[in-house]
């Protein structure tokens, strides 16, 4: 039995399921049933799905929930989340509703530049490459003319062009390194469209182009977000002790990498859940998000906590390149719901709504882990993940709960206690 074959896309949608199920799972019709059931019954849907990608078979969904009650610079948002995780909007929601009663989130964008490159090789002498870049810089510019005008009607377009040598790192290796203001859109595509219009303009015999690339590492595409409270209100008791405790986690996710990365896997539930539900590239998100936390040269903590003054200070200063025009943002139904549930925001607000999601998550994880510990709330959900999957009644379901408030919670354990139950 092959498992290579020619011509795949080709085929239609119930072929290439058929050579699924015959080559990888026995022609089980079981399993073409759960490929099925994944499909949308509203054709328009599933043709929207179908053509998001190549080779569609199905659909794979992420659950899509709502953390309301966040008060970000005075205005209220409810924000859409998409995310597989249990108790992350539960998170989301708790935080909001938090710091609601203590002044809400303030957030601002820093700045919103983005970047390309077009990278080339040049052997020849450097002084004449300068010249040769000046002379050109004003043709460089018009040569994208056409594909930059709505962008400037819209406040954004080419902000500047600059020749970069690199060959202390590379032989012969230069790049063009433009700098771009794409306002509401997230321009991947109208950067790219400018390099490539650019590099054909400056390309000569002796100026190899290698590629013409936007750069997903945008350090000065950058929001902050903050909250603030006395001391004394961050907790019910203890609240010095344990405000301590909550700066000193942050202070060391920044000198310990380990724990650094899991910190910001923790800011990221929140970045990424809302990310994708607006429709917005969270690859691109992560990618820039990571190699910004190792700025510094060792991989740091997003966030900063700080203690002064009686004040307690949290805040987060992150790159977010997002859109809210044109991508999977204008094409998918629940993006575009998601959009309309934030007041159809901006690009520069959307970004501080997601920096926000981000801080808020951060909160809830360090404030679980400087106190309870970070398994009460899991273990919870986990008891009653397998309460379901036992099929108990409300009544048992009840009784288990309160049977295990002060028990560890593991498989056998619960089985145990229900058969008991049962006897
Ligand atoms: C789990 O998805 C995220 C946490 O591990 C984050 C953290 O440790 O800060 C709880």
Redesign the pocket.
Known sequence: MSKTVNGFSKLSKNEKIDWLIENFFGNSSKSKEILKQYWNDTKEIQDLHDDFIENTISNYYLPFGIAPNFVINGKDYTIPMAIE?S??VAAAALVAKFWSSRGGFKAEVISTVKIGQVHFMFEGDKEELQQYFDLKKEDLLKSTENITKNMRKRGGGILAIELRDKTAELNNYYQLHVSFETVDSMGANFINSCLEAIAKEFENDEIIVVMSILSNYVPECLVRAEVSCKVEDLYVENSEFLAQKFVQ?VQI?NVEPH?AV??????M?GIDAVVIATGNDFRAIEACVHAYASKDGRYKSLSNASIEDGIFKFWIEIPLALGTVGGLTSLHPLSKLAMQMLGKPSARELMQIIAVAGLA??FA??R??TTTG?QKGHMKMHLTNIIKGLGASEADKEFLINYFQNKTVTHNAVVEAYNNLRK
């Open positions: 995780e108790s992350v986690a996710a724990r899991t910190h910001n896997k923790g800011i539930n998550q951060n994880a360090l679980a882990l970070i």
